[in-house]
């Protein structure tokens, strides 16, 4: 009875642990439009309230992003959208132009506006 029970816990373990991994995703995001410290802060913190974003690290040198997500959830075009709509330019698509008016001068391309 006991090596049942150990049989079964074994495997639905395993079954989780491979369901969430499977999920996972990474993908580098070009953040072409980023200026400073405040754009990184605010991508970041913007990107922890996307539902299915597990991880995001914004490289501010190399201006791209790093970012862990789950892809039953979320989808890069998704994830780039996101970025979109906080106001900068994710890979190909570019910033929402509200969104980038509103940033603070120093986040716009340029520096002061």
């Given at each position: 009875m006991n090596k049942?029970?150990?049989i079964v816990l074994t495997g639905l373990v395993l079954n989780l642990m491979a369901c969430s991994s499977e999920e996972a995703k990474h993908a580098d995001v070009a953040l072409s439009s980023i200026q400073c410290g405040m754009c990184e802060k605010t991508i970041e913190s913007g990107m922890g309230k996307v539902n299915g974003v597990t991880k995001f690290d914004v490289d501010l040198k190399e201006k791209v992003g790093h970012v862990t997500y789950k892809a039953s959830i979320v989808n890069l075009a998704?994830?780039?959208?996101a970025i979109s709509t906080l106001g900068y330019q994710a890979n190909n698509t570019k910033a929402d132009p509200?969104?980038?008016?509103?940033l603070?001068?120093?986040c716009k391309i340029g520096g002061m506006h």
């Open positions: 049942i029970i150990i998704a994830i780039e959208k509200t969104a980038y008016e509103a603070p001068g120093c």
